[in-house]
């Protein structure tokens, strides 16, 4: 059974850091793409930033020069690395990749459970 868990919300003063974690688990043969999404309350899901195998990313235009993502193709893990937090960055933050399965070589794509950040002004 494939698994994506995040880690690493929380509480954070406006200006302030705060990083998620992610850790892929499973039958994995293969991850492609790995990406952070965000939804806030009322509003849809969007993605906040992906990085793909070699390591070429892409950031929504509202969180650039402030949030860093990074993975461990090793670990099979993701990070976003978030700074100069604003409260409209407050969210539950969804860790999302696509995986190709060492069972079936199928791909598919995952997503985690979410964990809450909450920036407070």
């Given at each position: 059974?494939?698994?994506?868990?995040?880690?690493?919300?929380?509480?954070?003063?406006?200006?302030?850091?705060?990083?998620?974690?992610?850790a892929?688990?499973?039958?994995?043969?293969?991850?492609?793409?790995?990406?952070?999404?965000?939804?806030?309350?009322?509003?849809?899901?969007?993605?906040?930033?992906?990085?793909?195998?070699?390591?070429?990313?892409?950031y929504?235009?509202?969180?650039?020069?402030?949030?860093?993502?990074?993975?461990?193709?090793?670990?099979?893990?993701?990070?976003?690395?978030?700074?100069?937090?604003?409260?409209?960055?407050?969210?539950?933050?969804?860790?999302?990749?696509?995986?190709?399965?060492?069972?079936?070589?199928?791909?598919?794509?995952?997503?985690?459970?979410?964990?809450?950040?909450?920036?407070?002004?």
């Amino acid at each position: 059974q494939m698994q994506l868990v995040e880690s690493g919300g929380g509480l954070v003063q406006a200006g302030g850091s705060l990083k998620v974690s992610c850790a892929a688990s499973g039958s994995i043969a293969r991850i492609g793409s790995m990406a952070w999404y965000r939804q806030a309350p009322g509003k849809e899901r969007e993605l906040v930033a992906r990085i793909i195998n070699s390591g070429s990313t892409n950031y929504a235009d509202s969180v650039k020069g402030r949030f860093s993502i990074s993975r461990d193709n090793a670990k099979n893990t993701v990070d976003l690395q978030m700074n100069s937090l604003k409260p409209e960055d407050t969210a539950n933050y969804y860790c999302n990749a696509g995986i190709w399965s060492s069972l079936d070589y199928v791909w598919r794509e995952y997503w985690g459970q979410g964990t809450q950040v909450t920036v407070s002004s």
